[in-house]
Structure formats: C-alpha cells, structure tokens
C-alpha cells in the first residue's frame, strides 16, 4: 500500500486500553444482542465514528454468486468526507459485512487525502448475482493500528499479485503471501505512472522489465492456472513480451503482442507447447484492455475485457520452468512498449463468470456499486412514524374496519421527516424492522428480533429502507394480526419503543345469515311502498373473528339492484316493487372483513291495476217521499277478487269522504241516504283484494235519487 506514515508510539498501559476496547464493545454488544436488543445493535465499535454503505448491484455480477471475491473500491471524489475524517495513512479504515459488525480482510492500495484517491480490495465470503450485496466502510478512529489482512485477501488461489505501483523506484510488492516481489531492471526501469487501477509501471519497449523471482512454478497446480493483466501500448511491436513465466524451453506461461494488435499466449504441457492467439486489433494504441487467460486441464483459453475470445484444446501437466520470471519482458523476444497494471495470477482455472464480473469491477468501479452517505456514531435513538396507509394489496383498495379477506395486505408510511414519518435529528434515518403476526399488543413481537409472516431480507428478520411492507400469502391462516415497526437510524440506533402501526384481522368465513325477513304490507298493495324487518345476527366465533359490521339488502329477480351500502338498522322503509304481482326481497349479514352470509329471501306483492267501476247502479225507488233508498249494482270485470266497495253521497269521492262498506255484497239496504230536498247523487267506487281503487271516472259509477221530503232524515250507516 502507497501511504503517508505517521508516529503512533503511546505508553503502554494507554495502548493496551485501547487495543482492548474494541474487543470488550465488540463482546458487549454479541452479549446484548443475544438477550435483549440494545438501541444501538449494529455499529462496530464505538471508537469509530463514520461509516457509509456500498451497496454492489448484483446485476454487475455476471450469471453466479462468486466465493471469496476481491471487489475493487475506489473513491476519487474530493468531497467525500472520507479523506477530512480518516487517519491519514488509512489505519483506521475497515470494511464489515451486511450484518456491518463482521470485519472483512481488506487492503489499502492507495490511500491519499491530499490527492483524493482511495482504492482498496476487499474479499467478499459471497458476492451474489441475485440480490445486492451490502458492505460498510468505517472510519475516523484517531488512534487505531492498520486493520488490513493482504495475505487473506489474495488467499483464493492466488499465486501472485502485482498492483504494479512502487514500492520503491526499484521494487514492487507481491500481495499474497508468497511474497514474490519484483525487482527492477533499474531505478525507474520501468518508471511508476497512472495506471488502470491508481498506479501502474511504464515499459519503455527497449529494456525495462520487472523481475519477480524463480518461485512462483511450485505455486501453480500441475494442470490449472488462471490470469489476468491489464495492458495499454504506447506502440505496437512484434512479439513483445508482457509476461514471461518460465525459459525458453519450457514456458509455463509466457503472454505476448504483435504489431497488429493481435495477442498469444503460449504454455509447455507435457514438453510440448501449446498457444492460443487473439485476433488482431484486440490491442490497440492508447486504450486500456484486460487479457484474461486460463488453462483448466481440458483447454487454453483467452479473454478479451470480460468477454471469451478464443481457446484451443489442451491437457496433461504444465512443464515447471527453471528460471526466473518477468513482468514485460520474455527471453529472445521483444520489450513491450506501454502500461502494465494489476497482473494477477491464480492456481485455479477461474470461471468465465468470475472472469466477466472481476472485469466489470475493474474497468468501472463507480458503476458497479454506489456509495452511501457518511453516517455518524451517535447514541439519540430515533422516532417511529406515526402514520400509516392500509391497503387490501399493493395498488388495491383501502382497508376498512382493520379487517379482511384478502391474503396480502400493504402497508406504507411517509418518508423520514415528512407529516407522519419517522425522525432522527442526528444522522438520519436508515431503516426499519417490521413484524407481521400474531404477537400485538402489550408485550406484543419485537421486530428486532422476529419478523413474523414476513420475508426474510438478512438474518432472519425483515429489514428495509423502504418506506412500505408487502405482506406474503396469508393463505388460510385465519387470526388477528398486527404490524409493528421499530427504526433504525444511520448510527445503527433503534427507536426505544415498538410502534404498533395497524391491525388487521384476516377473516375468510361467512358470519350467520338473519333468520328471516317479514315485509308489510304482507300481501298484495296498490301502494307502491313496503317495509321490511329481520331479527338480528351474528358473526362466527374464532381466530381472527372481525365482528358483525351490518346488513345488506337488494330486491331481487329481474330489478338489476346491486347490494345496498351497509347500515346497522334492522329495518328499511319505502321499497318500492320492480314489477307488478309478486317482487322480491333480500338481505345478507356482512362482517368487518367483507365477508357476506348466504341470502335470506321474502316476497311482496304490488298491483296497479284498479277495479273499473261497477255497473247497472239503481236507486230503489228513485224517488221517495220518507228519505228510504236502497241500492244495488253488478260487481266490475276485474283481475283480481273484489272485496269491498265505498261510496259518498253529493260529492265526489276521497279519501275524506268515503264510507268503505266492508264487504264485497253488491247492495246496500234501505237507509236515509239523501242529504238534500230534491235530486241526490250516490258515487260507487270497488277495491280489490289488492287494496287497489281509484277515484278517477272510469272507476266510479253513479245515479241519482230524489227526496220530495221537507225534512231530511239523514242516514244512520
């Protein structure tokens, strides 16, 4: 690693404190978090005081997780506050898994706060190509000692890693822990210059080259082997050497250009030798392009920027070669002219995927994960939101009453700081736990130890910096549940109380159904208007059990009624009918959940049709000096039986003056009946069984009768 040092020399007893105190947090912490969650779960230590996040699209790893993969961070922008807050030689700089509390081995290859450059290499146990990978990079630990692990770094097969920057003018360093580091032709021969990743070295195509030594033959597998380089020529030469590994009779590897761009590889296998080639125009001048090889006993490969190129077969035991090996330089051919940075030698045969992410991660580091903002250790626990939005589903209708039948309901909340949402005054707020179950209320689940019915994102627990909740299938799994909340801010602190942000009671069974429903009138009515009434019912004791909500009701047969809004009422007024004669009449109970009972039914029954008026009317006699009439008639041609009939003397007929007889007998016997000296008129009306009549013409019959008498007796009916 390229960086400044600095004196760190304390006492000793101070040294021992410190160097014990992250261990003695660290053991605090395990210990809390397996009894009781703290409010600050998931920091490192204490003693640093920055972290940010870097999240890896997987999308950039090519087709499978990679095991033990060293990803490429670079951080370039001079406004990251990692270069203010770090210690200058980067001591202090770590990197922990998701969990942000698992150290993992990284190094440093160049830290620089004054040119702003920082590229490091970090193994990753898991590098997945189905779902992000989440990292944590802490810092701003003023008095920490380094915290890299080279060696475990490069520990995946690696027989040699050069990043090609000086260790001295003179010197490079190899990374694993074969330590075959690389000697010079001279000072500066090759020179130090920017390269692919921070620093390469500069081959002047006449006599510079880099010797790493004669040992690196016992680190390879008789039958595997992989590499990688990035090259970019200043000028195009026949044959010009980039990696020379093995003599002249015995090449275990040896990687050379020509003059049109092209590129060989050639190995000894079994005494005999073996080359595969690159098209030309692979290489050209000024450009950066990464050549990757490998033989796996079966065939000799080479790659071309991440992608396969050309391969030939081949098998047996790669001859081990006898002298020592060189970086830009092959003995008898020509120098290269150019840059050479980050060659990287395996003892395995690394998978096309693994070849394509490593040049992914490489050649664009920026887009292949993104960076968080810096977060800071502080202790303030945050606050929960106080809002929430209830759906039936993700895009689907509002919950109503905290209960339903649909399986997969969905929560969301306002983002952090908004009305409603939750608040950190320190840092910000990161995320949430959340738990979906049956474990509500008081002592209810602890999301930051359970996640209920919900996904697992890490852990076993559910944990998100979205703002939202899908629930999963709840199937048949009747039962009231509630969802709960704590949230995490960007120090790792949880807000001290659980927010029980919604219930809901997942109800799929119908509740009873009424017992009957009466209408009035019950039989048939000229008047378009009827009223029903039912006993009260009940919803279906058990799990998860919503309660009655009300009733519901529709006429039925060919009305085309929907369902009517709910009402708690066990009654409902002014139905009218929907065709003449028989109707009908339905209501259902309805739960909480919008659950429905089975339909209970009852008919009504309408008519319009009015009795015509009845016929052959006489007056006996007709004329009368002792006030005494008697009346007959023939009864109307009617649909339905008629079953009364009323009358008023001298003025039409209403329902103010008419005198219903009460029986469907078609007279009326001898009675005072007239009301005024001289001619007297009697107006007849008939009602059906129906209660149909009308006062208008057609239905009312009429004759007239004379009284000659000079005092009028009036009737006594």
Request: proline residues 4%; charged residues 15%.
């Amino acid at each position: 690693m390229k960086k400044i040092k600095i004196n760190k020399r304390i006492i000793l007893p101070l040294a021992i404190i410190i160097l014990l105190a992250p261990i003695l947090a660290t053991l605090f912490s395990v210990f809390n978090k397996q009894s009781i969650p703290s409010a600050h779960a998931a920091w490192y230590a204490p003693d640093w005081d920055y972290r940010q996040q870097i999240t890896i699209d997987h999308t950039k790893v090519a087709n499978t997780d990679q095991t033990d993969f060293p990803v490429l961070i670079k951080i370039t922008d001079e406004d990251n506050p990692i270069f203010d807050n770090a210690q200058a030689d980067g001591d202090d700089i770590l990197f922990t898994g998701s969990d942000e509390t698992t150290k993992l081995s990284h190094e440093i290859e160049t830290f620089d706060p004054t040119s702003h450059q920082f590229w490091a290499w970090v193994k990753l146990p898991t590098l997945s190509a189905s779902t992000d990978t989440i990292i944590y990079l802490y810092y701003g630990n003023s008095v920490v000692e380094d915290q890299q692990n080279t060696s475990d770094v490069w520990s995946n097969g690696y027989a040699g890693v050069w990043h090609s920057q000086d260790d001295t003018t003179s010197t490079i360093t190899d990374s694993t822990s074969y330590a075959n580091n690389g000697t010079k032709l001279a000072t500066n021969e090759p020179i130090e210059a920017d390269g692919k990743i921070s620093k390469g070295q500069n081959y002047d195509g006449s006599n510079d080259r880099v010797d790493v030594g004669d040992n690196i033959d016992g680190q390879f597998a008789s039958s595997r082997f992989s590499f990688s380089v990035w090259v970019k020529a200043e000028t195009l030469i026949t044959n010009a050497g980039i990696i020379g590994l093995g003599d002249s009779s015995s090449r275990q590897i040896w990687l050379f250009s020509s003059n049109s761009g092209g590129a060989s590889l050639s190995i000894y296998i079994d005494g005999s030798r073996r080359n595969v080639t690159i098209s030309d125009n692979a290489i050209t001048i000024g450009n950066w392009v990464n050549i990757a090889g490998q033989y796996d006993g079966s065939n000799l490969s080479l790659y071309i920027n991440g992608v396969f190129n050309t391969q030939t077969a081949a098998s047996g035991i790669v001859t081990s070669g006898s002298n020592n090996n060189f970086i830009g330089y092959i003995n008898s051919f020509n120098r290269f002219d150019g840059l050479i940075d980050e060659l990287q030698v395996a003892n395995t045969a690394r998978t096309p995927d693994w070849i394509a992410t490593e040049y992914a991660n490489q050649n664009d580091p920026d887009t292949f994960y993104t960076l968080g903002s810096q977060a800071s250790y502080e202790t303030d626990p945050p606050t929960n939101p106080t809002s929430i939005t209830t759906l039936y589903s993700e895009g689907g209708d509002p919950i109503t009453n905290n209960a339903g039948y649909d399986p997969t309901p969905y929560y969301s909340w306002p983002e952090a700081e908004a009305e409603g949402g939750a608040s950190d005054i320190g840092v910000g707020v990161h995320g949430y736990y959340s738990y979906f179950g049956t474990s509500c209320g008081a002592g209810g689940a602890d999301p930051v130890i359970t996640r209920g019915a919900l996904s697992d994102t890490a852990d076993g627990l559910h944990y998100s910096t979205s703002t939202n909740v899908s629930v999963p299938d709840l199937t048949t799994n009747q039962g009231t549940y509630c969802l709960r909340i704590r949230t995490r801010d960007n120090s790792g602190n949880i807000s001290t109380n659980t927010w029980q942000a919604a219930t809901y009671y997942f109800d799929t069974t119908a509740p009873n159904a009424p017992s009957f429903v009466a209408a009035s009138p019950a039989g048939y009515s000229s008047i378009d208007s009827f009223d029903f009434s039912w006993p009260a019912s009940t919803d279906v004791a058990g799990a998860g059990s919503s309660g009655l909500q009300g009733y519901q009701y529709q006429r039925g047969g060919t009305s085309g009624d929907s369902w009517s809004t709910t009402q708690t009422e066990r009654t409902v007024q002014g139905i009218t009918s929907y065709q003449e004669g028989t109707n009908i009449f339905m209501i259902r109970a309805i739960d909480n959940a919008g659950n429905t009972s089975s339909e209970v039914q009852t008919t009504y029954y309408y008519s319009s049709d009015v009795p015509l008026k009845p016929t052959a009317l006489t007056a006996t006699p007709d004329i009368s000096d002792t006030n005494s009439f008697s009346f007959s008639w023939t009864a109307p041609a009617h649909s339905r039986p008629i079953v009364d009939y009323g009358y008023s003397i001298n003025a039409s007929p209403t329902e103010g003056n008419i005198t219903w007889t009460g029986s469907n007998t078609t007279s009326l016997v001898a009675a005072p009946y007239a009301t005024t000296q001289g001619a007297n008129t009697i107006y007849l009306i008939a009602k059906d069984d129906a209660g149909a009549y009308s006062f208008e013409s057609t239905s009312v019959a009429t004759t007239t009768f004379i009284c000659q008498l000079l005092l009028l007796l009036y009737p006594q009916v």
